[in-house]
């Protein structure tokens, strides 16, 4: 039996910690990697790295050292965000954290997604909040960064070769019971982790869900999903051809 592989990116003392520990106790190999080393998290992980999520480029790093010390993670988890109320000065790093090492986590999980036996379950999760799918004054650059990685995920699991090799995406956003944002739960999100990672079959992409119940609906969420159409459908090239 192929060993299961979690690699937590951005673990820290809630959610981080209580997913750790929740998979290891179902029998996966864990790294993990978060700007700091608690002891909760090194407690779970049998690789534990340290790196800067403002940087993108640290992730091609980060799985190398994963993939030679426990081999290629099939569930991998994206949990870092930030928020910073200076927009203008902050943006790019805020962006980076948000989206762009997300970006790059997702690029480095489907190359190792290519390495995997077929019989493994192969999920990717970014960890989300209802910035997509509303604006909310005062969340800029949490939210910008937030709708640009739920487009991310939207395109990734339409995307065909990914559907084909059953690769799964998720953006998964925890819910007060009413709809509203909530303060994350550690054993509400790992509860929840560790169903899609289980999941024989892709579930929905925007993956809400209220704690101790598991996915939950809202309505206001389906203004956020976009349509998937092909090229020639969203482009007409003899248009732009012709002479104005």
Not at 107 to 114: A, L, R, S
Not at 146 to 155: C, E, H, L, V
């Amino acid at each position: 039996m192929t060993q299961k592989i979690l690699l937590f990116l951005g673990a820290g003392p809630n959610v981080g910690a209580a997913t750790l520990a929740l998979f290891k106790q179902q029998g996966y190999k864990i790294a993990s990697a978060a700007r700091s080393v608690r002891p909760e998290i090194k407690a779970s992980s049998d690789v534990c790295l340290t790196a800067d999520f403002s940087n993108p480029e640290v992730m091609k790093d980060v799985f190398e050292k994963v993939r030679r010390s426990v081999g290629t993670p099939n569930i991998v988890i994206y949990n870092r965000e930030y928020l910073c109320l200076r927009p203008v000065e902050a943006f790019q790093s805020d962006f980076a954290i948000n989206t762009g090492s997300a970006y790059a986590a997702a690029k480095c999980t489907i190359q190792g997604f290519e390495s995997l036996p077929e019989d493994v379950n192969k999920v990717f999760i970014y960890t989300g909040n209802n910035g997509n799918t509303a604006i909310i004054p005062g969340f800029l650059t949490l939210g910008m960064g937030k709708s640009a990685a739920w487009y991310i995920i939207q395109q990734l699991a339409a995307t065909d070769r990914f559907k084909q090799n059953k690769y799964r995406f998720y953006y998964v956003d925890e819910r007060a019971p009413n709809g509203k944002a909530t303060l994350p739960s550690g054993r509400g999100h790992a509860e929840f982790f560790l169903e899609l990672a289980e999941m024989n079959e892709q579930g929905p992409m925007l993956a809400t869900f209220v704690r101790g119940k598991g996915y939950t609906k809202f309505a206001a969420s389906e203004t956020a999903r976009l349509p998937s159409i092909s090229v020639a459908e969203a482009v007409d090239f003899a248009y732009g051809q012709q002479k104005y």
